[in-house]
């Protein structure tokens, strides 16, 4: 599965985009603990960790938003993590 992040999520991965390999049929909630039990360093000065920014953040599962953690997935998806958004 790719998982693709997006702003403050994006500086706390510390990368655009990374692969997770799970079976067929994990849950997008087995996701995000494989998501979080990578090795980081730490995220820049006044950045929250990925862990609070994910507990905050919507989804999306191949471009269709997802609120079911429990949801399962397919080896082909794309997970996106978006953080909520200030501004308008």
Do not use: K, Q, W
Not at 18 to 29: P, Q, V
Not at 57 to 70: G, H, K, T
Not at 82 to 88: D, I, Q, R, S
């Amino acid at each position: 599965m790719l998982v693709r992040y997006f702003a403050a999520a994006r500086a706390a991965a510390g990368v655009d985009e990374e692969r997770h390999e799970l079976g067929e049929g994990a849950t997008l909630e087995e996701l995000l603990d494989a998501v979080l039990a990578v090795v980081r360093p730490a995220p820049p000065s006044g950045t929250p960790s990925l862990a609070r920014i994910i507990g905050r953040s919507s989804f999306l599962c191949n471009e269709i938003a997802i609120r079911d953690r429990s949801v399962a997935l397919r080896s082909g998806d794309v997970v996106d993590v978006l953080p909520p958004f200030a501004g308008g």
